[in-house]
Every structure is written in structure tokens, then in C-alpha cells.
């Protein structure tokens, strides 16, 4: 079955810099997402792209698309340690109804 | 505005015992409902989903079930809870009807059965 496959597992940066998160998948999809996921709570839905737009922004956050290579980009600029999460892609696949999440990226930022 | 709700937080059960967790959510109508799982450090498993009052869809054979006895509401049950069944266990909910869009989680509820 189709699941984002999110790299790096683990991204440690400092205040200020940016952080790139990648999400490959397998079949052709409807939209991908990015959730955020603090420790021990719920996720939380960060960004929407569809799969025919190829740039999203929202404050901070770049999103991506290529969908000629099944891929996505997280760009989260000027980090902060607030920022500190772990991050997920999901994917809704073509004709699908579920979406499928990624095993998601732990970032930490140190002040 | 629409909310969630999960209850409890955290629980802790023996090996055998029942199990009930429920999640609500207000401020939306005929929502689709989602119960997912998650290993720590891992991503979410999909365990049931819900997109109308008794309709459920299991997506994983397990030791676990699901009703929706009203709109808003489900409920993740166990019989005979196993050593495996601890997780985390995520409620969420997205707009009805259409594909999958954005889903809005619940706190979760930590379960350790032991």
C-alpha cells in the first residue's frame, strides 16, 4: 500500500535556521498534507497542496509538490524552538477515500 | 467553531480486561470519523473509519471494534484488551461528504495495557 515516506527521520538545527523535511510516495495521489505533532498530543494540520499546484506557502511554511518525482518539501524558515515537533506528510491517494501517514520526521530546535 | 473530544487521557488496564474510549466532536454535522493507533515514535495506523451513524469500516483485523451510535460520536471497544493493544489512540474527524481532505485530530488517549 501507498505511505509517505518521510527523510530525515530526525533533524536537529538551531534557532534561526531552516529546516527542510522530504516526503517520497508511491502511487499518484489527490492532495498530500503536513500535520505537526508536539509530544503526547494530536496532530495538527499545517498545509494542503493538491496535486496540481507545485508551491504552497502559509507564514513560515513552503510546501512543494513534484509529482513527476512522488515527491514533497516542508520548508519551515527562521526556525524557533517553539517549532520543535515531529512532522508528518499524508497522502490521499487517487480515487481514494483514506489518507495514508508517513512514519514522520522529529525535529528539534535548540535555542 | 468545531472541537473534539477524547476521553480518558491516559489509562492504564490489565491484560483481559474491557476497554472504551470515546471521542466526540461539536460544531459539525455528519462528520466522517477516524480511529487511528500510533506506535511510539512512529507514524498513524488506521484502524476504523465512520462515515455515517452505524456504518464502520475496519481497516486492520485486530482484537478491537468501533460503533457510532450518534453523529458525533465514536467509540473504540475492546473485549479482552492484549499486551499489544497499547498505544496511542488518535480520534479525528473531516468534512462529509468528499474525499479525503484535512483531518483534525483529538488529544489522544495514551493506553498501556499491562
Known amino acids: 500500500s501507498q505511505q509517505g515516506e518521510e527523510d530525515p527521520q530526525a533533524l536537529s538545527i538551531q534557532e534561526g535556521e531552516n529546516a527542510t523535511m522530504n516526503c517520497s510516495y508511491k502511487?499518484?495521489?489527490?492532495?498530500l498534507q503536513w500535520y505537526r505533532q508536539n509530544s503526547g498530543r494530536g496532530l495538527v494540520h499545517l498545509i494542503l497542496?493538491?496535486?496540481?499546484?507545485r508551491e504552497k506557502h502559509s507564514g513560515r511554511l513552503r510546501v512543494t509538490l513534484d509529482t513527476s518525482k512522488k515527491s514533497s518539501s516542508l520548508l519551515i524558515t527562521a526556525s524557533r524552538a517553539a517549532d520543535t515537533a515531529s512532522y508528518f506528510c499524508?497522502?490521499?491517494?487517487?480515487?481514494?477515500?483514506?489518507?495514508?501517514f508517513g512514519a514522520g520526521t522529529r525535529l528539534f530546535v535548540k535555542a | 467553531s468545531q472541537t473534539i473530544h477524547q476521553w480518558p487521557a491516559t489509562l492504564v488496564q490489565p491484560v483481559g480486561s474491557p476497554l472504551s474510549l470515546e471521542c466526540t466532536v461539536e460544531?459539525?454535522?455528519?462528520?466522517?470519523l477516524y480511529w487511528y493507533r500510533q506506535a511510539a515514535g512512529r507514524g498513524l495506523q488506521l484502524l476504523f473509519y465512520?462515515?455515517?451513524?452505524?456504518?464502520i469500516s475496519s481497516e486492520v483485523p485486530q482484537n478491537l471494534s468501533a460503533s457510532r451510535p450518534q453523529d458525533r460520536q465514536f467509540i473504540l471497544s475492546s473485549k479482552k484488551l492484549l499486551l499489544s493493544d497499547s498505544g496511542f489512540y488518535l480520534c479525528?474527524?473531516?468534512?462529509?461528504?468528499?474525499?479525503?481532505?484535512?483531518?483534525?485530530f483529538g488529544p489522544g488517549t495514551r493506553l498501556l495495557v499491562l
Open positions: 479525528a474527524w473531516s468534512a462529509h461528504p468528499g474525499a479525503a481532505e484535512t483531518q483534525y
Open positions: 502511487t499518484s495521489i489527490n492532495n
Open positions: 497542496i493538491r496535486s496540481n499546484e
Open positions: 499524508a497522502t490521499v491517494h487517487t480515487g481514494g477515500f483514506k489518507t495514508i
Open positions: 460544531g459539525t454535522s455528519n462528520p466522517n
Open positions: 465512520s462515515v455515517g451513524i452505524g456504518q
